[in-house]
């Protein structure tokens, strides 16, 4: 049976979707943005055994040659994390379908859904599909947060399992994404177009962050791009914040209210009727 590797469940998420969800972040992921605020989702463990010494509430072990963590007795003091020299950390943990549910069926009455997200939860797909139909038969609904480097329209087993999908476009200039992220964006846009005509682009997101992207460029191509898919798709323009994130891979500099408040109008004047800002 298909595992999943999963970062950590959130059982209650007002912020992956509509309503209250729990969000499931899985370990992995092909982009390496400058701006992530969970580099610890991106790479998988190498048990090289260093966090061991680091804690000092003995919550990581070595047995049988693998790297255990134990939930219980970490304190969540991040220093793992901050010493991993291979950015990822010890808490991704292998999860069979019927553990996850496990977590999903605790706390059912007081959602409305799931939200799988990472990482670059895609990445998982087969295990995303297993998945998917045992939540279907507990009446919840399924969103998919993707950075859209997998080709949707190739998925229809996931697609169809998937009420709607939450779409990264980091930026709508190839030279920039691949600057911001290492990786071409010709899937996402194909994904953003192919999710749009079947009615399953939920949301398009957006961060802004000066002195890296040129946000203006960037904001104009993007929301008229959804408006000419469909003028009701969300468009959400994100502050960059540098909670989290390397810094020794970005320059800290936030973006004004009177900034955001301009690409808010960009957005707006290109005809996007759904433009919110968080
Ligand atoms: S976050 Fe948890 S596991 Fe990591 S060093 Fe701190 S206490 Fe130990
Ligand atoms: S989490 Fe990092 S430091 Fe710990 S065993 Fe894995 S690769 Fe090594």
């Given at each position: 049976m298909l595992k999943g590797l999963v970062n950590k469940i959130i059982p209650f998420s007002l912020v992956d979707g509509p309503g209250n969800r729990t969000a499931i972040f899985f370990q992995g992921c092909n982009f390496n943005c400058?701006?992530?605020?969970?580099?610890?989702?991106i790479k998988k463990c190498r048990q090289c055994g260093a966090c061991v010494l680091i804690c000092r509430f003995d919550a990581i072990s070595i047995v049988g040659g693998s790297v255990i963590w134990d939930e219980e007795k970490c304190k969540d003091c991040g220093e793992c994390i901050k010493s991993c020299p291979n950015d990822c950390g010890p808490k991704a943990k292998e999860m069979s379908v019927d553990e996850i549910l496990k977590e999903i069926t605790k706390v059912k009455s007081f959602i409305s859904g799931i939200t799988v997200s990472g990482g670059e939860c895609t990445l998982q797909k087969e295990f995303l599909v297993d998945l998917f139909e045992e939540v279907r038969k507990l009446g919840l609904t399924i969103f998919v947060d993707t950075n859209g480097s997998t080709d949707f329209s190739k998925n229809k087993e996931l697609v169809d399992l998937t009420d709607m999908v939450m779409l990264d476009?980091?930026?709508?200039?190839n030279d920039e994404h691949k600057k911001l992220?290492?990786?071409?964006n010709d899937m996402v846009l194909k994904n953003a177009r192919y999710l749009a005509s079947i009615n399953k682009l939920y949301e398009v997101r957006t961060v802004v962050v000066p002195n890296v992207l040129n946000n203006f460029n960037n904001v104009n191509e993007i929301s008229k791009l959804i408006a000419s898919l469909d003028n009701e798709i969300r468009y959400k323009l994100i502050k960059y914040r540098p909670i989290g994130v390397r810094t020794e891979k970005i320059e800290i500099v936030q973006p004004d209210n009177e900034m955001i408040e301009e690409l808010k109008g960009v957005a707006t004047r290109n005809g996007c009727k759904n433009v919110i800002v968080v």
């Open positions: 400058l701006y992530c605020h969970n580099p610890e989702t476009i980091k930026s709508f200039d992220t290492e990786r071409d």
